[in-house]
């Protein structure tokens, strides 16, 4: 079985500083709201998934995405008081984002793990796709880290890039415009 050569083993390890830009609230609100999309289309595939092969004898399941133990979309902020707070989904975010329960910060991380087992049910390879933007004061770095070429986490992965570029971004004596 083989999608789209999306089974090369490779180490995918990359990392993007965005320390020149203003973390405006709209922009971050849209990252939250693009990463919780995300996880929940996501999920909705993984679902079908296991739906399609739980009518099938054990020797004929066959998994594009099967369900992993360690699947999450969250907002994690940590105040300046050192309280911490994990908000699960947009609304939650949105929500307490409407309560001024946002403000203050020492820092915020948005947290996207689309990790998956694929392959026959007697031999599943497990994938492991794990998105962080951490925003913290003079540093804002956005991660990616992967164990298999995957055309579809390649695209997530541009598609956080390509929203991180729409926040202003200034030329500083320690970063420069990009």
């Known amino acids: 079985m083989n999608y789209n050569n999306d089974e090369m083993e490779l180490v995918i390890d990359n990392e993007y500083d965005y320390s020149n830009i203003v973390p405006v609230v709209d922009i971050i609100t849209y990252i939250v709201q693009f990463c919780d999309n995300t996880y929940q289309q996501f999920m909705k595939i ?5 739906v399609k092969n739980e009518k099938l004898k ?15 979309f969250e907002v994690n902020v940590r105040g300046k008081n050192f309280e911490h707070i994990t908000y699960k989904n947009y609304s939650s975010y949105i929500e307490a984002l409407n309560n001024n329960r946002i403000t203050n910060l020492s820092s915020l991380e948005i947290r996207l793990d689309l990790n998956f087992y694929r392959g026959k049910e007697e031999n599943l390879k497990s994938h492991e796709n794990e998105f962080r933007i951490l925003f913290e004061p003079y540093s804002i770095i956005f991660k990616r880290n992967s164990n298999y070429k995957d055309s579809e986490m390649d695209q997530v992965e541009k598609n956080i890039n390509d929203i991180m570029k729409k ?3 200034y030329n500083t004596i320690f970063y420069s415009k990009k």
């Open 58 to 72: 054990y020797e004929f399941k066959e998994y594009r995405y099967k369900k992993h133990f360690s699947q999450k």
């Open 46 to 50: 993984v679902d079908e998934e296991m």
């Open 167 to 169: 926040f202003p971004a």
